[in-house]
């Protein structure tokens, strides 16, 4: 992809929505006659945290909306301990824009908060797109105290994006030269930016993913409500949140196909950015809402 085609997502500017007294910044951005792509951020996450190269390329037949949820980068109010509260204000978000129909890419985080909205309003996404994530009651989801990934969290010399990069990516040299360009790709925007993600963010996500892990009832029985075509993707190697969380998810959703990316972590999508946006693409473009192709 050439440095042009970037363009879509490093020169989005931020705009902000005012819902009594909570703003939500969020990013707007490509065009086309398709449904809007809503993207729901991972753990911490910023707008500044999607890859350009993803974005810019999914932008090209449709709009992508990029969204902050409540206390993330330059959006106001607390940062809620629960994934149905997020859900719920992303649906706020949604209203405002008037938006009755959307994609959605839930990445993470994102991915929960995508699943809780459908529950609550099933006629809002005609797709889903779910990226290393979980559902409901699954298990090994962001224990940041594992050893595997506390040895990098206690590593002084990982500043910034780094950390990303062992995280993210596994050991192998092809993915740590994917999680190097990565790193550059975030950093191409240049002015604009939002602010970095604090440790109160993080305690209460991480709150959220512990509420998330519990379940009453059958396990996994709510997904089965999820009808719309779906597209899970993971990291055949994902330390943050266990692939086989993804086989829970094709296992029980009824209409959802499953792409594993060979010696990928928690980043597959960066690390094979044309593949999956290629993959994303014809998902969304083909078949109707009763099928996924």
């Known amino acids: 992809m050439s440095d042009e085609q970037y363009t879509l997502a490093t020169t989005a500017p931020t705009q902000f929505v005012e819902i009594g007294t909570q703003r939500y910044a969020f ?106 994530t979980a559902p409901r009651g699954g298990e090994d989801i962001m224990h940041l105290d594992k050893p595997s990934l506390a040895v990098h969290f206690a590593d002084p010399t990982l500043k910034g994006y780094d950390i990303l990069k062992k995280i993210f990516f596994t050991s192998s040299e092809k993915s740590q030269g994917a999680a190097t360009a990565f790193v550059q790709r975030l950093l191409l925007r240049q002015f604009d930016r939002e602010p970095i993600s604090g440790p109160h963010v993080a305690t209460a996500q991480v709150a959220a993913f512990r509420e998330w892990e519990t379940f009453t009832g059958e396990r996994f029985a709510d997904l089965r409500s999820i009808k719309q075509p779906t597209l899970v993707v993971n990291g055949v190697k994902d330390d943050m949140i266990s692939v086989k969380n993804s086989y829970y998810l094709v296992e029980n959703l009824p209409n959802a196909m499953l792409l594993v990316f060979p010696d990928a972590g928690h980043g597959s999508l960066f690390q094979y950015p044309s593949y999956f946006s290629k993959h994303v693409q014809e998902f969304l473009r083909n078949g109707d809402t009763t099928g996924i192709f």
């Not at 991972?42 to 190269?53: K, Q, S």
């Not at 509260?85 to 985080?109: C, N, P, Q, R, T």
């Open 27 to 132: 990013r707007r951005f490509g065009s086309g006659d398709a449904v809007p792509l809503l993207c729901l951020q991972h753990f911490t996450g910023t707008l500044d945290n999607w890859d350009p190269i993803v974005t810019s390329a999914l932008a090209r037949h449709r709009e992508v909306i990029l969204f902050d949820n409540a206390g993330i980068g330059r959006s106001s109010g607390e940062v809620p301990k629960t994934v149905s509260a997020m859900g719920d204000h992303v649906l706020v978000f949604l209203d405002s824009l008037e938006l009755k129909a959307v994609d959605i890419l839930g990445y993470s985080l994102g991915g929960m908060v995508a699943m809780d909205m459908v529950k609550k309003r099933p006629s809002l996404a005609r797709k889903l797109v779910l990226v290393g």
